[in-house]
């Protein structure tokens, strides 16, 4: 489909490994970010990609979190030594600014998620 | 920085019944306003946005939402819902930003429950 696609759905590690997330967003879009949604709350912000501009890693919770896109493309999220608080589903979205528009209030088209379990 | 506050996770109502999801918000500066529907095992998607213009705002599927910035409110309504309104559905606000780098705020969620 033409949609952000993320992978894999569903992830079950233990604690001390590393995972690594994907992120597929929709062609042509510019801009990326990563949200982490752990049960019951809302979505936390993670990291921001915008084209070719240093990312927006103000949200990312500790060191052991990191990530990366090349270009306009594929992104991944990596956790080193997860932990089980790392455990939650992580949402990746893409954006296609508008030109002359700001990309904070253009509709972010969200992926399915990634339901990483920590055990 | 801005906040958002969703003061109910779950809503039970009937099907045909009228729905309102609360959302407040707070903000030292000029927002957007979003709500977004997460349906069972789906990604986010938009519902309804609101930038400048008219406080009423419509959205797909027959939502609505009403800003009203003296109460900070950004509350959703629905008339009539419909079994397949059942879902997650999050308040979301974004703060005004040189940079346009700024991520959207997302309350808890409130969970709609239509029961027929």
């Known amino acids: 489909g033409a949609g952000v696609s993320q992978s894999p759905s569903n992830k079950v590690t233990e604690k001390g490994k590393d995972v690594e997330l994907r992120c597929d967003p929709i062609s042509g879009h510019t801009a990326l970010y990563w949200y982490r949604q752990r049960l019951g709350q809302g979505l936390e912000f993670l990291i921001y990609f915008q084209g070719n501009s240093a990312p927006d890693k103000s949200g990312l919770p500790s060191d052991r979190f990191s990530a990366e896109r090349t270009g306009e493309s594929v992104s991944t999220l990596t956790i080193q030594r997860t932990q089980q608080e790392d455990s939650a589903v992580y949402l990746c979205?893409?954006?296609?600014?508008?030109?002359?528009?700001?990309?904070?209030?253009?509709?972010?088209?969200f992926g399915p998620g990634t339901r990483l379990t920590v055990l | 920085a801005q906040s958002v506050t969703q003061l109910d996770s779950q809503v039970p109502v009937f099907e045909e019944a009228p729905v309102e999801l609360r959302c407040n918000y707070s903000s030292s500066v000029s927002v957007y306003l979003f709500w977004y529907v997460q349906y069972p095992n789906q990604g986010l998607q938009l519902l309804l946005k609101?930038?400048?213009?008219?406080?009423l705002v419509k959205g797909i599927n027959g939502f609505e939402a009403e800003f009203n910035k003296s109460q900070t409110s950004f509350h959703l309504r629905k008339p009539s819902v419909h079994i397949s309104d059942t879902a997650e559905y999050f308040c979301?606000?974004?703060?005004?930003?040189?940079?346009?780098?700024?991520?959207?705020?997302f309350g808890s969620g409130t969970r709609l429950q239509v029961q027929p």
């Open positions: 609101y930038l400048s213009g008219s406080t």
């Open positions: 979205a893409s954006i296609k600014p508008r030109p002359g528009t700001r990309s904070s209030y253009n509709e972010q088209f």
């Open positions: 979301a606000v974004s703060a005004l930003s040189d940079t346009g780098r700024r991520a959207l705020t």
